[in-house]
């Protein structure tokens, strides 16, 4: 549903080429933000490389969240792992709440032992994100990252709605199926899901993708807007 297009000042990013592309043009946007993430990897004692994050998403995540670095911001995540991305969105907005879901209870024991220590504040939530979503409040939150289950993304567009007017929705694994991705992680469910949301709402205000056509995808939420599926 496309209505109004007034939109809160915030970081506007449109970033595509090589690894060493995106960190130039991340570096560009805060030359610090390399050592930050180096910092916040080494803070947590066990990672799980194989679903984690790159380190230049990381670093894109980190710049996004710390717009919300203030007190009574909400940032929510969809899908914690074992805690790497909560983390950095903790050490860019060490003043804002972090919450983050899932219904893995083996990573929920991870995570919340991997940052108790370094970053207490994240909140781990032992449940599925559709039944988080009603129980969190419209005009709510000031950003939501989406990594949960790809193949049930559209659940969890309705998040959206929860944002206050000038809060970010961001998607993970933002990239087509094969021939089109070259790279290991083709995602249609997600490519799919995140292209009809910009075609009945509005074109990505964040877009970082790599030669291999794998990204991340983000909006801002407009005034006025409503996601209705």
Not at 58 to 79: M, N, R, S
Not at 194 to 199: G, L, P, T, Y
Request: hydrophobic fraction near 40%; glycine fraction near 8%.
């Amino acid at each position: 549903m496309k209505k109004a297009a007034k939109v809160l000042s915030r970081l506007n990013i449109q970033l595509q080429g090589t690894h060493e592309d995106l960190w130039a043009g991340l570096g560009a946007l805060y030359p610090g933000v390399r050592a930050r993430v180096n910092l916040a990897f080494g803070l947590l004692a066990e990672h799980y490389p194989k679903r984690e994050t790159r380190d230049y998403e990381a670093a894109l995540l980190y710049l996004l969240a710390a717009q919300y670095d203030k007190p009574g911001a909400v940032i929510a995540e969809i899908g914690t792992c074992w805690g790497w991305t909560a983390a950095i969105m903790q050490h860019a907005a060490p003043q804002a709440r972090i919450m983050t879901c899932t219904p893995n209870p083996n990573h929920v024991i991870i995570a919340r032992r991997n940052l108790a220590v370094h970053f207490p504040r994240v909140e781990v939530l032992d449940l599925k994100s559709v039944d988080w979503l009603p129980q969190i409040a419209d005009n709510s939150l000031d950003m939501v990252f989406i990594d949960g289950d790809h193949q049930r993304v559209t659940d969890d567009l309705p998040f959206y709605n929860k944002l206050k007017v000038g809060g970010l929705k961001i998607h993970h694994d933002y990239c087509p199926d094969r021939p089109l991705c070259t790279g290991p992680r083709p995602c249609r469910w997600v490519y799919g899901a995140v292209n009809d949301f910009a075609a009945k709402m509005h074109a990505p205000d964040v877009l970082l993708v790599d030669y291999n056509r794998e990204g991340m995808a983000g909006f801002y939420r407009r005034e006025g807007e409503l996601w209705h599926g």
